[in-house]
């Protein structure tokens, strides 16, 4: 038996080498595969403006509010226990609008003269008494105002009594509000109305026990869900005729680069210009993966300023370098909100 003092010097060193070199490989293998994983998707939020449903000729920007859905001395009249009495009409009414004025408010759109609506009540019992034209047009010129947004008239329908049925050995009551409620537009310097909409809204809410009593304990004040159902329907209608900001979801890409690392604190500063001045000089560098996500982030850099076709060019390159799957849901997501946009320009013009 050969020991290892026995082999020739050379053939021990060529050895020691091998070992050293195989060595080497795997550690810068392992090396690589640490920065791969020090990848992070980092979640931000950014503004985004959704269409409104309908468009209003654009010469209407400023509004004023009025209420004239509410008939002298009305009251609901099955709306008369301690459990669920309102005082009257209007209360419901104003919640309608202060929904609408949520909307409103947070929207490029419309500029509001009166926060509080002008109160005017209906002389007649008919739902389809108008306000005349002098009226609108004498309070239109008051608040230097283009036209009257107005609450013409509402109906609530919902159960006096709530229906019950057997689930599963539980009784199951459901409280259903459908909301129908008539909004216009009146332009008094052409004496026109270019917006006549019925809104209808329906609240559902439902409660389980083993009694009527039961039952009535899970589900909500039938006046506080009516209050809410005005609110709602208000949203709603604020929706219709006004482009507004939402916040949505996106994500930056964070790896253990200092640039990368320092500019996503300069998003989180919400300094996108001096965020994007870092990620501009990767796209076109020999290290496609890092091309590929600096491309990315100037895409979302893009969107986050509201230049979307510029977000789209960075998106597509950042595919071309790395055929990723998020970046291709990404410009899915891009594509949508270019045809948006072009929606929302139409109905600013």
Known sequence: MRCLTSIPAFLFINFVKGKIKKYKILILLLIALIIQSCVSFEPIKIQVLKPAQVKIPSEIYKLILINHSVKKDSILANLKTSRNKLNTDSTLTSEYFNGLLEILLNSPRFEIANQTPYYIEKSSKSIF???DWLTVDALCKDNNADAAL????????????????????????ILQIENNAIWKIYEPSKMNVPEDNLLKDTLIYDGFGFSKEQVAQQLPL?????L????????????????????????????????????FKLVNENKWEEAIELWKKYP????????????????????????????????????????????????KILEKRKQEKDLIESQFK
Do not use: M
Request: aromatic share 14%; proline share 2%; charged share 20%.
């Open 129 to 131: 008494e108008k306000i």
């Open 150 to 173: 107005v609450l013409e008239n509402f109906q609530l329908l919902y159960p006096n009594q709530i229906p019950l049925s057997y689930e599963d050995g539980y009784l199951h009551g």
């Open 222 to 226: 039938t006046k506080d869900q009516l």
């Open 228 to 263: 809410q159902s005005c609110l709602y329907a208000g949203r709603k209608y604020g929706e219709r005729i006004a482009q507004t900001w939402l916040t949505k979801n996106r994500y930056i890409i964070n790896c253990e680069n200092k640039d990368f690392i320092r500019a």
């Open 284 to 331: 076109y560098g020999k290290n496609s993966r890092l091309a590929s996500f600096a491309a990315y982030n100037l895409a979302v850099a893009a969107e986050a300023l509201d230049n979307i076709d510029a977000s789209l060019e960075w998106a597509a390159k950042s595919y071309l370098l790395n055929k990723n799957t998020y970046v291709e849901n990404y410009i």
